[in-house]
């Protein structure tokens, strides 16, 4: 069975501050993996996502996400924390083959200090 | 182009009783994955309706059930609600059932 954890379930950082949040993945197969943003009272939106191509992943808003196999890690990363990104981050995994049962981390949730 | 929506908003519910909540794909989308999402959790996946057939199911009871239009909208419904059932229930769409997903805005399921 497929499964993340994502380490802290809060995370704050000050505005211009490095933002890491971090997620390990768990897979019989090599997966695919993905990180959404959930703001408050909303759906999710994908951030960005790794289906076994480059290992380092650009996504929106300056979000990146580095997949180190050796690690079994995912980590999203951006180099300079805005307010706006305050939000709750998903880590998921889903198995690249068949029908695809994503399964979620249970969340980080962001503060940005001004 | 329209994203994936779903209705109603918010939906208040007695204990016992039935509710059907409503899901439209992102415009050239297929298939219709299920998710429920209780406070301060991450999402947990119910099931995924792809060629209006239910191809993955997740661990939960018979009580929660769907269907699959043949315009690729959908449906889940829930017999028989629990307090437990109070949720955030989110819809995501793909084209082809291995496709990334696309979430809607959900609907928040309270059950009194």
């Known amino acids: 069975a497929q499964s993340v954890t994502q380490l802290g379930s809060h995370v704050s950082v000050s505005e211009g501050a490095l933002v890491l949040l971090r997620c390990n993945y768990s897979s019989s197969v090599p997966p695919y993996l993905f990180w959404y943003v959930q703001y408050p009272n909303q759906g999710l939106q994908l951030l960005l996502k790794y289906t076994s191509a480059a290992t380092l992943v650009k996504g929106i808003n300056g979000f990146e996400a580095e997949f180190k196999k050796s690690e079994t890690s995912f980590h999203l990363t951006k180099p300079s924390a805005h307010m706006s990104d305050a939000a709750e981050y998903f880590c998921a995994v889903s198995d690249p083959g068949g029908y695809q049962k994503v399964t979620f981390g249970t969340g980080t949730k962001l503060q940005v200090i001004p | 182009d329209a994203g994936v929506t779903q209705s109603p908003t918010h939906l208040i519910k007695t204990r016992g009783q039935q509710v059907t909540l409503r899901c439209s794909p992102k415009?050239?989308?297929?298939?219709v994955s299920w998710y429920q999402q209780a406070l301060g959790q991450g999402p947990q996946f119910i099931f995924q309706?792809?060629?209006?057939?239910?191809?993955q199911r997740g661990n939960f009871p018979d009580r929660f059930s769907g269907h699959q239009f043949p315009n690729y909208s959908s449906e889940l419904n829930v017999n028989a609600l629990l307090l437990g059932d109070s949720a955030l229930y989110l819809c995501?769409?793909?084209?082809?059932?291995?496709?990334?997903?696309?979430f809607g805005p959900g609907t928040r399921l309270t059950v009194l």
């Open positions: 309706y792809y060629e209006e057939e239910e191809r």
């Open positions: 995501a769409s793909s084209l082809g059932a291995a496709d990334t997903q696309y």
């Open positions: 415009s050239g989308h297929d298939t």
